[in-house]
């Protein structure tokens, strides 16, 4: 069984940064497609962005790109989202999950169903005008 517990959310204003944590028990595959999702209230869960744990390929959503980071630090089992510019449409929960790496490369990681693969239980983000 593979856990995720997310940490680093909370209350911005807008313009400012958040760095999100992602630790997880342990890789049960040599590849993986770690990614990071929001859902804000009342709208579907989109993904944000996506890293192999392998080869360390990044995917973006159009929404976020060039003002997110994800990111890996294998020795930790950790994923980071880095936040910056951060607008009131960013306010969400964000989640991160792990599945197959070939979900990364597809592209289908952007619609990923929450029962497949493994979830955390997600951290809130608020960012306020």
């Known amino acids: 069984q593979v856990q995720l517990v997310e940490s680093g959310g909370g209350s911005v204003q807008a313009g400012e940064s958040l760095r999100l944590s992602c630790v997880v028990s342990?890789?049960?595959?040599?590849?993986?497609?770690m990614g990071w999702f929001r859902q804000a209230p009342g709208k579907e869960r989109e993904g944000v962005a996506a890293i192999t744990t392998g080869g360390g390929t990044t995917y973006y959503a159009d929404s976020v790109k060039g003002r997110t980071t994800i990111s890996q630090d294998n020795a930790k089992n950790t994923v980071y989202l880095q936040m910056d510019s951060l607008k009131p449409e960013d306010t969400a929960m964000y989640y991160c999950a792990a599945t197959g790496a070939s979900n990364c490369h597809s592209g289908s990681w952007r619609k990923l169903r929450t029962d497949v693969g493994y979830w955390g239980q997600g951290t809130q983000v608020t960012v306020s005008s």
């Open positions: 342990r890789y049960s595959y040599s590849s993986m497609c």
